[in-house]
């Protein structure tokens, strides 16, 4: 399979700890996005990167979240000291640089479940 | 900041029925429009999408949508629908170049009955 996977399909965890997903994008797009999807709504823009350059975060990314593109291929997206509204479907999408350039392609998800 | 609008939260029909999904967004400059589609289990796919030009894209399964620029709307169709339709529909738009992060609506689950 060639598309974007995700890492952990599901996550649960107690309140307060710390997680992280993982993000592999499709081999030769060079941008990598983030969204947050709950219950009832689309997704929602959390950050995206440009090759390793983080150039958008919105709002809702609070300081427990961080995020990394290290070598401009995966990405982690970190939550620190979770709480119990941050239960979501966490996305992962990605699109080239060629034509179709701003076709975004996207993941299965991590379904994060915080008790 | 922009915004996207999706009028029915819930649509049930019958196969064979013709289907139109509203989508509206708030932003006045230059935007990219998508569909994108969730069948039951799986991820998102991108059904249509429109950067310029003739503003009746064709997508694929048979859809297809209107951009209307007065109207700041790009509304979905199919003029028949399958039970295979049945899935969650969600309109995205992004602004200028496109390379930002999409503005989805809400969705809209629709229900094909057999």
């Known amino acids: 399979d060639t598309g974007v996977s995700q890492d952990p399909r599901h996550k649960i965890t107690k309140r307060g700890q710390n997680v992280t997903f993982r993000c592999d994008p499709i081999s030769e797009h060079n941008r990598l996005y983030w969204y947050r999807q709950t219950l009832g709504q689309g997704p929602e823009f959390l950050t995206y990167f440009q090759n390793e350059a983080q150039l958008e975060k919105s709002r809702l990314l609070s300081d427990r979240f961080s995020a990394e593109r290290p070598k401009g291929s995966f990405s982690t997206l970190e939550i620190q000291r979770t709480e119990q509204g941050d239960s979501a479907m966490y996305l992962c999408a990605s699109s080239g640089v060629g034509r179709p350039k701003n076709i975004q392609y996207f993941g299965a998800g991590t379904r994060l479940s915080v008790l | 900041a922009q915004s996207v609008s999706q009028h029915n939260h819930h649509v049930i029909l019958s196969e064979a029925a013709s289907l139109e999904l509203g989508c509206n967004y708030s932003y006045g400059g230059t935007v990219n429009l998508f569909w994108y589609v969730q069948y039951p289990g799986q991820h998102l796919q991108l059904l249509l999408k429109y950067f310029s030009g003739d503003p009746l894209v064709k997508g694929i399964k048979g859809f297809e949508a209107e951009f209307i620029k007065s109207k700041f709307s790009f509304n979905l169709r199919k003029p028949s629908v399958q039970w295979s339709d049945t899935a969650e529909y969600f309109c995205?738009?992004?602004?200028?170049?496109?390379?930002?992060?999409?503005?989805f609506g809400k969705g809209t689950h629709l229900i094909i009955q057999p």
């Open positions: 995205a738009v992004a602004s200028g170049g496109g390379a930002d992060g999409l503005t």
